[in-house]
């Protein structure tokens, strides 16, 4: 099955500056990546998705990028706020077309906007 | 805007004790699923469902487990003889169809249920 890492655990960032968090997956039939923000107890919220088809994706202040060769797809946020303090989930599904597969996530990062 | 619902937002269970997780979907969603968080942990995926049946499953979800969509609208987990380590928050997600513009529809979930187990 399905296999992510994510990386870093943790990540703490000066207010204004840049956060990028990093993902792999095991599975190179995989071809749906989405991110998940969690703040504590709530649900997770889609922020951002990518499909295999694309390199990139970009949402204001939110990009994804996806290099299916090296099965690995990152975060980035730019000029971070202190909302978006939470949890970060990476996750893949491989969508084959015939049922309703389910999400592997990986193990979540918590990112902490220093003011 | 649209949301997946579920009941309760906590249940407390003694240990063996069945329970019943209910979950109301995204009024135009196909698919369904139950995913649980134990404590500082991932999210790990439990179970899939379309067309009244299981799509797919994981290892996690073993025989004290299961899903029914008694009618319309809602979609229930149930845990037959609930163990300690059942304890964690359960999120329902639901996603549209294939018939949708665009087939790889994402997953929307709900506040989840906390169920702890004494």
């Known amino acids: 099955g399905e296999n992510v890492e994510q990386h870093p655990s943790t990540l703490s960032v000066q207010e204004g500056d840049s956060a990028v968090i990093k993902c792999t997956y095991s599975d190179s039939a995989s071809n749906y990546f989405p991110w998940y923000k969690q703040e504590l107890g709530k649900r997770p919220q889609l922020i951002i998705d990518?499909?295999?088809?694309?390199g990139e994706k970009k949402d204001q202040r939110i990009a994804v990028t996806l290099n299916k060769t090296a099965k690995h797809f990152s975060l980035h946020i730019t000029e971070t706020q202190p909302e978006d303090s939470a949890v970060y989930f990476c996750a893949a599904r491989s969508y084959s077309g015939g049922g309703a597969d389910g999400l592997t996530f990986g193990k979540g990062t918590h990112l902490i906007i220093q003011p | 805007e649209p949301e997946v619902t579920q009941t309760p937002s906590h249940q407390v269970t003694q240990m063996g004790q069945e329970v019943i997780l209910r979950c109301v979907p995204i009024s135009n969603h196909l698919y369904f699923y139950w995913y649980r968080q134990i404590l500082g942990q991932k999210v790990e995926f439990l179970v899939s469902f379309y067309n009244n049946e299981i799509s797919e499953k994981s290892e996690i979800f073993d025989d004290q487990f299961s899903v029914e969509r008694p009618d319309g609208s809602n979609f229930t987990l149930k845990i037959r003889s609930t163990k300690l380590e059942d304890s964690a928050m359960y999120f329902c997600?639901?996603?549209?169809?294939?018939?949708?513009?665009?087939?790889?529809?994402?997953?929307?979930f709900g506040d989840g249920t906390r169920l702890s187990i004494l």
């Open positions: 997600a639901s996603r549209m169809g294939r018939s949708a513009p665009n087939s790889n529809q994402p997953q929307h």
């Open positions: 990518i499909r295999s088809n694309v």
